[in-house]
Nanobody, 124 residues
Framework: VRVVESGGGLVQAGGSLRLSCAAS????????VGWFRQAPGKERAFVAA????????YFGDSVKGRFTISRDNAKNTAYLQMNALKPEDTAVYYC??????????????????WGQGTQVTVSS
């Protein structure tokens, strides 16, 4: 499964961005999708995840109330809507697919396929 993120960029604090995650395989529709981020000098951290059906979502504490996650299985695509962005949200954002999983995993090691990442920079 090939995973490609897009939508990153430079935005001022308080602004919004929407990231997209496109998968090459229809197994995407039967997989949990997670978003992670990694800032320079820090470990990769969980941001959000959505179950294969879209019924269940989970967010890291630092983004609750500001970020939303959604998916369109017909398009093999997931989205991360980021609002009220802060400078501390600056990082490379990665999309990951947890193949054939219905539950949500929070650890990077539980995900099977990863995108190359997209840079998000929030200026103060």
């Amino acid at each position: 499964v090939r995973v490609v993120e897009s939508g990153g960029g430079l935005v001022q604090a308080g602004g919004s961005l929407r990231l997209s995650c496109a998968a090459s395989d229809r197994t995407f529709s039967r997989s949990t999708v997670g978003w992670f981020r990694q800032a320079p000098g820090k470990e990769r951290a969980f941001v959000a995840a959505i179950s294969w059906s879209g019924d269940t979502t989970y967010f890291g504490d630092s983004v609750k109330g500001r970020f939303t996650i959604s998916r369109d299985n017909a398009k093999n695509t997931a989205y991360l809507q980021m609002n009220a962005l802060k400078p501390e949200d600056t990082a490379v954002y990665y999309c990951a697919v947890d193949l054939y999983k219905s539950n949500i995993d929070l650890e990077p090691r539980d995900y099977d396929y990863w995108g190359q990442g997209t840079q998000v920079t929030v200026s103060s």
